[in-house]
């Protein structure tokens, strides 16, 4: 019988397991994911209705357990364990499991996780099985920069428009193709293009002015890489990426070594 290297072989007859019981789903209020609650259904997903909170570090770690089920998806591979994938990607596998297991049982017992069901149902829990729009405030050098970085579209983000005040910038498209707008205009083409997502890329002096306009139309989520600390409403979720404190902390690093 064939097997991938560092896989669990599959016996043949198959041992007689439940079937993977992808049947939770996440409830979202506000800005916190629910965990599901593990009800089975025939051929239908039960509803989630546990209130317990999932943490942000635990959805985090979800975002890292797809990257590495692409790649095993990538390989050939058709079902993984917890402790074969922890070996592989340097995580730790109890952990794994508990991370999942917010979410429904996922795992056979002695096959481990099928590739191919975790990745899509880790897709709809992370709300990337379909496109989700985003739009960039700044067309400065960062902005274009990740208006045109490939990868978040090959993650189900779509990078609808940037967003400039300057009159020479506004009309054209970055080398991508992604269209650069007036500012003015952010409202009526958030509603246009769907745009769910907005990255602040702008110097930051403006930068609280321009989350006060996307607030306005109506984004609840906020990616940040602006200097400094911005307000947000208490609906809004906001994630900032300072490269300076980054880079800070590496240094100290550095500094804390012997001479």
Do not use: W
Not at 11 to 38: C, F, I, M, T, W
Not at 163 to 183: A, L
Not at 200 to 228: H, K
């Amino acid at each position: 019988m064939n097997s991938q290297p560092g896989v669990p072989p599959l016996h043949a007859p198959r041992p007689d397991v439940r079937e993977l019981s992808y049947n939770s789903k996440l409830v979202k209020q506000g800005n916190k994911v629910r965990a599901g609650s593990r009800q089975a259904a025939a051929g239908t997903a039960g509803r989630a209705e546990s209130t317990e909170p999932v943490s942000e570090l635990t959805t985090n770690r979800l975002s890292v357990y797809l990257r590495c089920l692409n790649t095993l998806d990538a390989e050939g591979i058709p079902t993984v364990s917890s402790q074969v994938m922890a070996e592989r990607f340097h995580l730790n596998a109890a952990q794994i499991r508990k991370d999942l297991a917010n979410f429904g049982e996922f795992g056979v017992r002695g096959v481990g996780y099928y590739v191919k069901e975790l990745r899509r149902h880790l897709r709809q829990i992370l709300g990337v099985d379909q496109r989700v729009c985003v739009a960039i405030m700044g067309a400065g050098n960062l902005g274009l920069a990740l208006a045109d970085y490939p990868g978040f579209r090959v993650e189900g983000f779509e990078i609808a428009a940037l967003f400039d005040t300057m009159r020479d910038k506004v009309g054209r498209r970055s080398r991508g193709g992604v269209p650069i707008h007036d500012i003015r205009d952010f409202k009526r083409i958030v509603r246009r293009e769907h745009i769910r997502i907005a990255v602040i890329a702008v110097p930051a002096a403006a930068a609280q002015s321009v989350v006060n306009t996307v607030v306005a139309a109506g984004i609840r989520a906020v990616l940040n890489f602006s200097p400094g600390t911005l307000k947000v409403p208490g609906h809004v979720k906001l994630k900032s990426v300072d490269l300076t404190v980054s880079l800070e902390s590496l240094s100290f690093f550095l500094a804390q070594e012997p001479s």
